[in-house]
């Protein structure tokens, strides 16, 4: 569809990142109590007290889940899942969400029981609310959005913008098991659509496909770095794949950063699984997305504090804009990292 003045250009020429830029520029915030908008893992509200956060995330049937792998039960518990990570990613609690579902003719009162099930479960592991939401018809399949409200003290707002020179990058967990899952699940699908007499076999790949089915937001860490008085400098969750959060912080905060590739941590199943799929591992953690981690910068102050977290790792450093994002590798080669992966990269 072309818009009202007849000009046509494809949403594929700007990307996703290109069109919010777009729609951000052409709103202007006007209460003063709208802190942060548009552009930050969740927008900052001042409530007088605190700060309110706000995020929302819809999933769509085909698009982001497949119900012929996915449970239903797992799928509610993902969609708040994913919004607790937003809210967590800006140093908050969450503490009320609100759910819209779109339902087609195929789904049963059961399968929408089983979907709220894991909703459930997902509100009582974070200890937030279920306080409202919308319930309409379908066309294409099952639609989830959900949005989260969450709040944080204000002097412990953490956002992507922050990050300072030689302050250290820090990622929690692993990377690219969530992507590296996706592949195991869709392989077994592919085999099962060829020969249903053939059963899926999954046990040997349980905690990748764990990582894509069952993601947790890290709200362990934020209490943690609260224990600990520590309030980084920057922060985002890893959603899209290092490589894509790297920028987005690189960007809200004016900052270069060396990345060491020996660092980046990765799980040993994920790192097989990539090897038999003949992916560069590396890769798999770079772009992969869906991992649910929290990415974040820290002053070398600070540092004395996670140096022994057993699931904090130190990725690299912040350094000049000018320097650019780039990647150490492990022969000591230094390379640029690009958003949409890296290109001249390669084992
Ligand atoms: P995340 O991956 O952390 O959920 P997104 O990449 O989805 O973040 O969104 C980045 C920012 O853009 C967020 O602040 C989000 O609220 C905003 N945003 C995304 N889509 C829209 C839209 N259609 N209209 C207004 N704001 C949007
Ligand atoms: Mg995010």
Known sequence: MAGESGKRTEIS???EFGLIDRIQQQFQLKNPTSVVGIGDDAAVIDTGTHFMLVTTDMLLEGVHFDLSYIPLGHLGYKAVAVNVSDIAAMNGLPRQITVNIGLSNRFSVEAVDALYEGIRFACENYKVDLVGGDTTSSASGLVISVTALGEVEKPRLVKRGGAQINDIVCVTGDLGGAYMGLQVLEREKAAFMENPVMQPQLKSYEYIVGRQLKPDARMDIIHELKELSLVPTSMIDVSDGLASELLHLATHSGVGFNIYEENIPLDQLTYHTAVEFKLNPVTCALNG??????????????????????????????QNKEKGIRLITKQQQSIPLKAQGWTHFNR
Do not use: A, C, M
């Open 13 to 15: 020429q700007l990307g």
């Open 289 to 318: 997305g869906e991992d649910y981690e929290l990415l974040f910068t820290i002053s070398q102050q600070d540092f004395e504090k996670v140096k022994n977290h057993p699931d904090i790792h130190f990725i690299g450093y912040v």
